[in-house]
């Protein structure tokens, strides 16, 4: 069983950098799929950033330049460097993460069967 738990949100100024950290255990990591999304109250889950095995990454038109997502495979950990926050950016960020995701699919929650709980990113004007 995949398990996923990220870390690294908080409260930062407009303009402001966060780096959100997410440890996968349970699983084969270098095999798997993981990807960003962010949640906001009454709202569905909102794709960020996905990077795959081979290091293949791709962003939400929203946050590219201001994003990048990595992995560590040896430290099974993926990271979400964020730049030049926006008060719009304000979310809960959920690490997600699956063996078996066509690249076709990977901007879709419904693709992935493994999620951690979220980390609260606060972002003040």
């Known amino acids: 069983q995949v398990q996923a738990v990220e870390s690294g949100g908080g409260l930062v100024q407009a303009g402001g950098s966060l780096r959100l950290s997410c440890e996968v255990s349970?699983?084969?990591?270098?095999?798997?799929?993981t990807a960003w999304f962010r949640q906001v109250p009454g709202k569905g889950r909102e794709f960020v950033a996905v990077m795959d095995w081979y290091r293949r990454s791709s962003y939400a038109d929203f946050v590219k330049g201001r994003c990048t997502i990595s992995r560590d495979n040896t430290q099974k950990t993926v990271y979400l460097q964020m730049d030049s926050l926006k008060p719009k950016d304000a979310a809960v960020y959920h690490c997600?993460?699956?063996?078996?995701?066509?690249?076709?699919?990977?901007?879709?929650?419904?693709?992935?069967?493994?999620w951690g709980r979220g980390t609260q990113v606060t972002v003040s004007s």
């Open positions: 997600a993460a699956d063996r078996h995701v066509m690249i076709g699919s990977r901007r879709m929650p419904a693709a992935y069967d493994y």
């Open positions: 349970g699983g084969s990591f270098s095999s798997l799929v």
